[in-house]
């Protein structure tokens, strides 16, 4: 059953390319190969070719294979690539590897089990660590077969892997055959799609190399004259040149018999697509009863089966066991460990013989199989996934064990931060099935578990376990959830249903949980606006629950966010010091699954211009990452995204709102999409990219016309500014006109919340509407008077200011702007006002003056990146006679809120791993950072950075 494709015919270039990786990152500067082919096409063979040339260049490999059966073993090629590395190590070379990994790493790996669940981020963050550091002992290279058999969590380690290794002394080698399942496929685009990737695609072999294998085939017959140019043009067109299929089409042939001279071209027709299936099934009737059994069992227990356990597993003595192997061997089906005994380890020397092997047993004796191998595993010590990963291929069968072990099998999964292999184990274990309470507890997990990373796919489960719930609690604890699912989804009116009647059930004994739900149900007019039938019953909640007194509880706390959410709506400038008292010492970021109440403290601070956002973004953009929550993440980045927008740090802005639409499309929530395509769009705008602010409010997903009803009011105002930039003015004013009557709908009044008034006067005096302009534009200088924020105050003085006619009142009005926003945080719209006063000073012929306004409106529009007001300025410079100033972008000022993060930590005296492990970055990106503040501080050491810093840098970190 020998099959010798391991020769390497007509692949020179890729095996240049894998050489040239592994130069590349011995040298630092790592990358990836994945080489792509069908069954048969010599990827292994280029692995093996790999793995030489490897060692010859002192690069350190480590392997693995991937295999169908343990698709669903949480991390299982992750463990493979690590564990043995950890086990060959001493205590304190174990420790220097593992410096800088987090626990949750440590618990995948099966160092120690944790108390608690551990996300997806903070288990790939740590196994970068522990690669980093694998890689500065010695170049490496990670080696792994059959990428489209892997798990999930494996999967987006690489995905996460692949964008830094340019900066280690890493490579990946990997192979895969495009197929498989929809999600496993998407992140392996995602991994050959990145930039230091280079893609080998292994194509059919050529004719004359097809006659070299068959020659060398026929040859160990004596057949080699067998071996015309018919036989040869027949034998390719029928395998199309597949190397597998050519050597076992000529194994066939050559145990059939051919006679000089005759025309095989119709039988080798017959036989090359089937060749290897019939080649095994042939080769199976010939082998003894033991050796059968064998086969069998190894296909069932997988790749490095220990050999005790096959024994049992085949119902023979370990004397017939080691027997059979030994035959096995000999014909090159199976290869075992060099350790000998009872425990040495099995495998295919080829996946797609055990395939053949293992679908060729029927599927009732496959499912008994299985669930033998995972009683014997089981009696072992086995890990609990790995006798999972078999419980998941057998017969449901009503049984209550298989219920507890995949169960437990889901919980380890989670703790270890693959929450998509917890999917599988409570998926199948619904199929067992479950009774009663238990039922209800699998559904529950499993739609709490897919919430994660697939919303619209939790409801479903939720629903469930919401009709089989037999307590009042146990109830309430499903609709907060669910409810929560329905409303990111925008499905209002089904999050409403099930919260009110949660509420309706619930004792008023449970105050805490009666706070929860009374929260969820509070923001869905915030959310949802329109729907006067919901509106209006809880307006009136609203008012009974503002004038108590704030709580600390956790569900109290989410109370008064959604308050104070409601107060700053409508202006009262009463929010923000609510909204203080619930956010503060972050126990909301940390204890409360607060991802509908949470974000509308944020947005609370963020129009009222309160710098202390940030830190409360940060922390829970870091948590996000620490639990694994890709919702959380979403939240977090989308409304540090619009402080950062707010604030006029455009690249930062841009920054955290790309990776928030990232995570959008990763956890499916269509509301989201409402918030933060908007939030896109205007930063683009401030950037002059047009064409992207489009296609991120084409990202929406909004339908033309938009609805009535729902959270339109962010997209719609975001609409009428890019169409106004565009010249569409009539569009424009249609749209802002649209925005109000939304954000009225909600009972918005506040213009820092949607600055609809100013988009609809601007587009009114553009169509020579001047007095409807004027009127608009005072509207809204009155209401943001009235809520006091600088930011929103500024703009509106100065947008009246940029329409009234008469010139004293005009540069009263922008006079005033510049006072507001002075010491404000808002210093791209104070760049604004700056160069919009400048204007209207040349325009009186007060140029000395207008200059000494737009030396100070560049470097702020400079440093904000904002390209369309520098084009402003540049052009009123001309106007006035001058040139632009150069500015030196030197200074504290001048750093990026990012460098001040990784320069006031370095300071502190934390080393660039520890500031990348705590900032979720690379130590790659902190050397940017830091050589960036070097260069505008005048300094070229760390040293010099403490003196350098001013307190207040120093003083919001420490």
């Given at each position: 059953?020998a099959?010798?494709?391991?020769?390497?015919?007509?692949r020179?270039?890729?095996?240049?390319?894998i050489?040239?990786?592994?130069?590349?990152?011995?040298?630092?500067?790592?990358?990836?190969a994945?080489?792509?082919?069908?069954?048969?096409?010599?990827?292994?063979?280029?692995?093996?070719?790999?793995?030489?040339?490897?060692?010859?260049?002192?690069?350190g490999?480590?392997?693995?294979?991937?295999?169908?059966?343990?698709s669903e073993f949480?991390f299982?090629?992750?463990?493979q690539?690590?564990?043995p590395?950890?086990a060959?190590?001493?205590t304190s070379?174990?420790?220097?590897?593992?410096?800088?990994?987090?626990?949750?790493a440590?618990v995948m790996?099966?160092?120690?089990?944790?108390q608690?669940?551990s996300?997806d981020?903070?288990?790939l963050?740590?196994?970068?660590?522990l690669?980093?550091?694998l890689?500065?002992?010695?170049?490496?290279?990670?080696?792994?077969d059959d990428?489209?058999?892997a798990?999930m969590g494996?999967?987006?380690?690489?995905?996460?892997l692949?964008?830094?290794?340019?900066?280690?002394?890493c490579?990946?080698?990997?192979?895969?055959t495009?197929?498989?399942?929809?999600?496993?496929?998407?992140l392996?685009?995602?991994?050959t799609?990145?930039?230091n990737?280079?893609?080998?695609?292994?194509?059919?072999l050529?004719v004359?190399?097809?006659?070299?294998?068959?020659?060398?085939?026929?040859?160990?017959?004596g057949?080699?004259?067998?071996?015309?140019?018919?036989?040869?043009?027949?034998?390719?067109?029928?395998?199309?040149g597949?190397?597998?299929?050519?050597?076992?089409l000529?194994?066939?042939?050559?145990?059939?018999?051919v006679?000089?001279?005759?025309?095989?071209?119709?039988?080798?027709?017959?036989?090359?697509?089937r060749?290897?299936?019939r080649?095994?099934?042939?080769w199976?009737?010939?082998?003894?009863?033991?050796?059968?059994?064998?086969?069998?069992?190894?296909?069932?227990?997988?790749?490095?089966?220990?050999?005790?356990?096959?024994?049992?597993?085949?119902?023979?003595t370990?004397?017939?066991?080691?027997?059979?192997?030994?035959?096995?061997e000999h014909?090159?089906?199976l290869?075992?460990?060099?350790?000998?005994?009872?425990?040495?380890?099995?495998?295919?020397t080829h996946s797609?013989?055990?395939?053949?092997v293992?679908?060729?047993?029927?599927?009732?004796?496959r499912g008994?199989?299985?669930?033998r191998?995972a009683?014997?595993?089981?009696?072992?010590?086995?890990?609990?996934e790995?006798?999972?990963s078999?419980?998941l291929?057998?017969?449901?069968?009503?049984?209550?064990?298989?219920?507890?072990?995949?169960?437990?099998?889901?919980?380890?999964?989670l703790?270890?931060g693959a929450?998509?292999?917890?999917v599988?184990?409570?998926?199948?274990?619904?199929?067992?099935?479950p009774?009663?309470?238990?039922?209800?507890?699998?559904?529950f997990?499993?739609?709490?578990?897919l919430?994660?990373?697939?919303?619209?796919?939790?409801?479903?489960?939720?629903?469930?376990?919401?009709r089989?719930?037999?307590?009042?609690r146990?109830?309430?604890?499903?609709?907060?959830?669910?409810?929560?699912?329905l409303?990111?989804?925008g499905?209002?009116?089904?999050?409403?249903?099930?919260?009110t009647?949660?509420?309706?059930?619930?004792?008023?004994?449970?105050?805490?949980l009666?706070?929860?739900?009374?929260?969820?149900?509070l923001?869905?007019?915030?959310?949802e606006?329109?729907?006067?039938?919901?509106?209006l019953?809880i307006?009136?909640l609203v008012?009974l629950?503002?004038?108590?007194?704030?709580?600390?509880t956790?569900?109290?706390r989410?109370v008064?966010?959604?308050?104070?959410a409601h107060?700053?709506?409508?202006?009262d400038p009463r929010?923000?010091?609510?909204?203080?008292?619930?956010?503060?010492?972050?126990?909301?970021?940390?204890?409360?699954d607060?991802?509908?109440?949470?974000?509308?403290?944020?947005?609370?601070l963020?129009?009222?211009?309160?710098?202390?956002?940030?830190a409360?973004?940060?922390?829970?953009v870091a948590?996000?990452?620490?639990?694994g929550?890709v919702s959380?993440?979403?939240?977090?980045?989308t409304?540090r995204a619009?402080a950062?927008?707010?604030?006029?740090n455009?690249?930062?802005?841009?920054?955290?709102?790309?990776?928030?639409?990232?995570?959008?499309?990763t956890?499916?929530?269509?509301l989201r999409?409402?918030?933060l395509?908007?939030?896109?769009?205007?930063?683009?705008?401030?950037?002059?990219?047009l064409?992207?602010?489009?296609?991120?409010?084409?990202w929406?997903?909004?339908?033309?016309?938009?609805?009535?009803?729902g959270?339109?009011?962010?997209?719609?105002?975001?609409?009428?500014?890019?169409?106004?930039?565009r010249?569409?003015v009539?569009?424009a004013?249609?749209?802002?006109?649209?925005?109000?009557?939304?954000?009225?709908a909600?009972?918005?009044?506040?213009?820092a919340?949607?600055?609809?008034?100013t988009?609809?006067?601007?587009?009114?005096?553009r169509?020579?509407?001047?007095?409807?302009a004027?009127?608009?534009?005072h509207?809204?200088?009155?209401l943001a008077?009235?809520?006091?924020?600088p930011r929103a105050?500024?703009?509106?003085?100065?947008?009246?200011?940029?329409?009234e006619?008469?010139?004293a009142?005009?540069?009263s009005l922008?006079e005033?702007?510049?006072?507001?926003?002075?010491?404000?945080?808002?210093?791209?719209?104070?760049?604004k006002?700056?160069?919009?006063?400048a204007?209207?000073?040349?325009?009186?012929?007060k140029?000395?003056e207008?200059?000494?306004?737009?030396?100070?409106?560049?470097?702020?529009?400079e440093?904000?990146?904002?390209?369309?007001?520098q084009?402003?300025?540049?052009?009123?410079?001309?106007m006035?006679?001058?040139?632009p100033?150069?500015?030196?972008s030197s200074g504290?000022?001048?750093?990026?809120?990012?460098?001040r993060?990784v320069?006031?930590?370095?300071?502190?005296?934390?080393?660039?791993r520890?500031?990348?492990?705590?900032?979720?970055?690379?130590?790659?990106?902190?050397?940017?950072?830091?050589?960036?503040?070097?260069?505008?501080?005048?300094?070229?050491t760390?040293?010099?950075l403490?003196?350098?810093i001013?307190?207040?840098?120093?003083r919001?970190w420490e």
């Amino acid at each position: 059953m020998a099959a010798d494709v391991g020769a390497l015919y007509e692949r020179d270039v890729e095996v240049g390319a894998i050489r040239q990786l592994l130069t590349d990152s011995k040298a630092g500067a790592g990358g990836i190969a994945v080489i792509e082919g069908a069954v048969g096409t010599g990827k292994t063979a280029l692995l093996r070719e790999a793995q030489r040339t490897a060692v010859t260049q002192s690069v350190g490999v480590t392997a693995a294979r991937a295999a169908d059966l343990e698709s669903e073993f949480s991390f299982g090629v992750v463990r493979q690539l690590f564990e043995p590395l950890l086990a060959h190590e001493d205590t304190s070379q174990r420790a220097n590897l593992l410096a800088g990994v987090d626990n949750p790493a440590v618990v995948m790996l099966d160092e120690v089990v944790a108390q608690h669940r551990s996300g997806d981020f903070a288990v790939l963050h740590s196994l970068f660590w522990l690669t980093a550091n694998l890689s500065e002992k010695q170049p490496h290279c990670f080696m792994v077969d059959d990428l489209h058999y892997a798990d999930m969590g494996s999967l987006k380690f690489l995905a996460y892997l692949v964008p830094h290794l340019d900066e280690l002394a890493c490579a990946v080698v990997a192979t895969f055959t495009p197929f498989g399942s929809r999600q496993r496929m998407d992140l392996i685009d995602y991994i050959t799609a990145a930039g230091n990737t280079r893609l080998l695609r292994l194509s059919p072999l050529g004719v004359d190399s097809a006659a070299v294998i068959l020659r060398k085939r026929f040859a160990r017959s004596g057949l080699e004259e067998a071996v015309t140019e018919s036989l040869v043009k027949a034998s390719h067109g029928a395998t199309g040149g597949n190397p597998l299929l050519l050597t076992e089409l000529a194994d066939a042939l050559c145990t059939e018999g051919v006679d000089l001279g005759k025309d095989y071209t119709a039988r080798i027709n017959e036989l090359g697509p089937r060749a290897v299936a019939r080649r095994v099934g042939l080769w199976m009737r010939t082998l003894s009863p033991q050796c059968v059994a064998v086969t069998r069992a190894v296909s069932v227990l997988g790749d490095g089966a220990d050999l005790s356990e096959v024994s049992e597993l085949a119902d023979l003595t370990l004397e017939q066991t080691i027997q059979a192997v030994e035959e096995l061997e000999h014909a090159a089906v199976l290869a075992s460990s060099d350790s000998g005994g009872p425990h040495s380890a099995l495998t295919f020397t080829h996946s797609l013989v055990r395939t053949v092997v293992y679908e060729a047993m029927p599927t009732i004796e496959r499912g008994r199989a299985h669930h033998r191998a995972a009683t014997i595993l089981a009696r072992t010590g086995m890990d609990t996934e790995r006798v999972a990963s078999h419980l998941l291929r057998t017969i449901p069968a009503d049984d209550s064990e298989t219920v507890v072990v995949l169960c437990r099998a889901a919980e380890l999964a989670l703790r270890r931060g693959a929450p998509d292999s917890a999917v599988g184990y409570l998926s199948r274990c619904l199929d067992e099935p479950p009774h009663g309470e238990r039922r209800v507890e699998v559904l529950f997990e499993l739609g709490r578990t897919l919430r994660l990373n697939d919303t619209a796919a939790a409801t479903e489960y939720l629903r469930k376990a919401l009709r089989l719930a037999t307590s009042a609690r146990r109830e309430a604890e499903i609709a907060l959830v669910l409810g929560r699912c329905l409303l990111l989804l925008g499905q209002s009116r089904g999050a409403m249903r099930v919260w009110t009647t949660a509420l309706e059930n619930t004792p008023e004994s449970d105050t805490e949980l009666i706070h929860h739900l009374q929260a969820c149900v509070l923001s869905i007019p915030l959310y949802e606006p329109g729907r006067e039938d919901m509106r209006l019953d809880i307006l009136r909640l609203v008012a009974l629950l503002r004038d108590k007194t704030p709580l600390s509880t956790l569900g109290g706390r989410l109370v008064n966010c959604v308050i104070a959410a409601h107060d700053a709506v409508i202006g009262d400038p009463r929010a923000v010091p609510r909204v203080l008292r619930a956010l503060e010492d972050d126990q909301l970021i940390r204890d409360a699954d607060a991802d509908i109440a949470l974000p509308f403290g944020w947005m609370v601070l963020i129009s009222a211009d309160r710098p202390e956002v940030f830190a409360h973004l940060d922390e829970a953009v870091a948590q996000a990452h620490r639990e694994g929550s890709v919702s959380a993440l979403t939240g977090a980045l989308t409304y540090r995204a619009l402080a950062w927008l707010r604030a006029g740090n455009l690249p930062e802005a841009e920054a955290d709102a790309r990776n928030a639409v990232h995570a959008v499309e990763t956890v499916g929530t269509g509301l989201r999409r409402l918030i933060l395509g908007p939030i896109l769009a205007d930063t683009l705008i401030e950037r002059d990219d047009l064409s992207g602010a489009e296609q991120a409010l084409d990202w929406v997903g909004v339908p033309d016309p938009p609805p009535e009803q729902g959270l339109m009011y962010y997209y719609l105002c975001s609409k009428a500014r890019l169409m106004r930039q565009r010249g569409q003015v009539e569009g424009a004013l249609q749209a802002a006109s649209a925005a109000g009557q939304s954000f009225l709908a909600a009972g918005g009044q506040n213009p820092a919340v949607v600055p609809w008034h100013t988009e609809s006067a601007f587009c009114l005096h553009r169509l020579g509407r001047t007095d409807e302009a004027l009127t608009v534009a005072h509207e809204e200088l009155r209401l943001a008077r009235n809520w006091s924020a600088p930011r929103a105050w500024g703009h509106a003085l100065r947008v009246a200011g940029l329409l009234e006619p008469d010139p004293a009142e005009s540069l009263s009005l922008m006079e005033q702007a510049l006072h507001r926003l002075r010491n404000s945080v808002a210093r791209l719209e104070y760049a604004k006002a700056l160069a919009d006063y400048a204007a209207a000073l040349r325009r009186r012929g007060k140029r000395a003056e207008a200059r000494q306004h737009l030396d100070q409106a560049l470097p702020l529009a400079e440093t904000s990146d904002a390209v369309a007001l520098q084009q402003q300025i540049v052009q009123e410079y001309k106007m006035i006679g001058a040139r632009p100033r150069r500015f030196s972008s030197s200074g504290w000022d001048a750093t990026t809120p990012s460098e001040r993060r990784v320069s006031a930590r370095a300071a502190a005296g934390m080393t660039n791993r520890e500031i990348a492990k705590e900032l979720f970055i690379t130590p790659k990106t902190v050397e940017l950072h830091l050589s960036s503040v070097y260069r505008k501080l005048g300094i070229s050491t760390r040293r010099k950075l403490r003196e350098n810093i001013p307190p207040e840098g120093l003083r919001d970190w420490e």
